[in-house]
T-cell receptor
Framework: KAGVTQTPRYLIKTRGQQVTLSCSPISGHRSVSWYQQTPGQGLQFLFEYFSETQRNKGNFPGRFSGRQFSNSRSEMNVSTLELGDSALYLC?????????????FGPGTRLTVT | AQKITQTQPGMFVQEKEAVTLDCTYDTSDPSYGLFWYKQPSSGEMIFLIYQGSYDQQNATEGRYSLNFQKARKSANLVISASQLGDSAMYFCAMRVNNAGGTSYGKLTFGQGTILTVHP
């Protein structure tokens, strides 16, 4: 089985712009979660989608949004980029949503905001 | 709220020796899962091992074992026979299973421990 894929792998944007990141989960996985990783804040949960519905959201401003399509692929969007949004954005998929089902992560998208 | 604490910012170990990475957690939920992930410099998070809160035995996966002490709320990772390729950042994470559904998909991570394996 192919792993979780994320595109693009690297991105450079200017403050004020918006960006869309894409995540394709492992085949058969219906739960997709997004995380932001920064040196200062570590790994922080952004949101989770299951069957096209957002079921959980972390403590991030409304500039961060996402969606999931019927094939379980997910996108996240960040509008009005700020310098502090520079981070590694990781997507993870899981077969089921119980604690016993591990999440498999993609390679991440490294976003740099200048 | 859940919290994971990893008190060792960095650890060093000689090749072929065993090493223990510490993790303590805090939650009031009775049902939860504990995970360890490895993150090499490439950035991808690699799942290593899982322990459920109701599991009676410590989890093992090859050279990885999880020393689960529920009363102490600790879930230390033991890597036996360290290899040079084990050099990476290691994260302990937790996911709770609460009836309110606020746990959906959410892993809470510790700050990580950088492990360096010396030849």
């Amino acid at each position: 089985k192919a792993g979780v894929t994320q595109t693009p792998r690297y991105l450079i944007k200017t403050r004020g712009q918006q960006v869309t990141l894409s995540c394709s989960p492992i085949s058969g996985h219906r739960s997709v979660s997004w995380y932001q990783q920064t040196p200062g804040q570590g790994l922080q949960f952004l949101f989770e989608y299951f069957s096209e519905t957002q079921r959980n959201k972390g403590n991030f401003p409304g500039r961060f949004s996402g969606r999931q399509f019927s094939n379980s692929r997910s996108e996240m969007n960040v509008s009005t980029l700020e310098l502090g949004d520079s981070a590694l954005y990781l997507c993870a998929s899981s077969y089921r949503d119980s604690p016993s089902y591990e999440q498999y992560f993609g390679p991440g998208t490294r976003l740099t905001v200048t | 709220a859940q919290k994971i604490t990893q008190t060792q910012p960095g650890m060093f170990v000689q090749e072929k020796e065993a090493v223990t990475l510490d993790c303590t957690y805090d939650t009031s939920d009775p049902s939860y899962g504990l995970f360890w992930y490895k993150q090499p410099s490439s950035g991808e998070m690699i799942f290593l091992i899982y322990q459920g809160s109701y599991d009676q035995q410590n989890a093992t996966e090859g050279r990885y074992s999880l020393n689960f002490q529920k009363a102490r709320k600790s879930a230390n990772l033991v890597i036996s026979a360290s290899q040079l390729g084990d050099s990476a950042m290691y994260f302990c994470a937790m996911r709770v299973n609460n009836a309110g559904g606020t746990s959906y998909g959410k892993l809470t991570f510790g700050q990580g421990t950088i492990l360096t394996v010396h030849p």
